[in-house]
């Protein structure tokens, strides 16, 4: 267990609907990141945030956005979905802004398929 | 953004071989981390290295930060069933995490009986 919770496990929804996925980092861990995998493209990076704030940003589409909260929680919004959103999305946490270490706590994953 | 090359992309080993996998980059990198993912499960790191030329072991594992700093490798001796998954390398390009710690497209692990 890494300590990382991340809501739903799974989830099924149409084309042009809109879902959110939920993280919870491990505790004590400011930064909060989101990737994308998919079977043809590996752990693709979408965003990150410490400590409430967007620190970097990846190949992270228009229709996609996040945020942080106080509590340091973080939600990943998927809006206008396409056939091509249906992938595992990972959030993952760390102690720092991961620039010095790279060492990163993963969840279990939310995965989504669009139909 | 940074672009790992990592391979090979599957490997079938019967148990008790020794794996060697290896991630190159046409740039360089100021970490090498090695992670594993297990089916249906999250990245879990495995092995960090932050100097070039570092040689780290965990257990079985050994993987070491290539003396250019474009380079790392992860061998595993004496393979066993649980060694089973896919291993990811990944790496924080010089000049700052900014892009995010970037993975390679990882390395799928076969263990036949």
């Known amino acids: 267990d890494s300590g990382v919770t991340q809501t739903p496990k799974h989830l099924i929804t149409a084309t042009g609907q809109r879902v959110t996925l939920r993280c919870s980092p491990r505790?004590?861990?400011?930064?909060v990141y989101w990737y994308q995998q998919s079977l043809d493209q590996g752990l693709q990076f979408l965003i990150q945030y410490y400590n409430g704030e967007e620190r970097a940003k990846g190949n992270i589409l228009e229709r996609f956005s996040a945020q942080q909260f106080p509590d340091l929680h973080s939600e990943l919004n998927l809006s206008s979905l396409e056939l091509g959103d249906s992938a595992l999305y990972f959030c993952a946490s760390s102690v720092s802004t991961g620039r010095d270490t790279g060492e990163l706590f993963f969840g279990e994953g939310s995965r989504l398929t669009v139909l | 953004g940074q672009q790992l090359n990592q391979s090979p992309q599957s490997m079938f080993i019967q148990e008790g071989e020794d794996v060697s996998m290896n991630c190159t980059s046409s740039s360089i990198f100021n970490t090498w981390l090695w992670y594993k993912q297990d089916p249906g499960e999250g990245p879990v790191l495995l092995i960090a290295?932050?100097?070039?030329?570092e040689l780290t072991s965990n257990g079985r594992l050994t993987a070491q930060f290539g003396i250019t700093r474009k380079d790392s490798f992860l061998n595993i001796s004496a393979s066993i069933p649980s060694d089973v998954g896919i291993y990811f390398c990944a790496g924080t390009p010089k000049g700052g995490g900014a892009d995010g710690l970037t993975f390679g497209k990882g390395t799928h692990l076969i263990i036949q009986p």
């Open positions: 290295l932050y100097k070039a030329g």
């Open positions: 505790s004590g861990d400011l930064s």
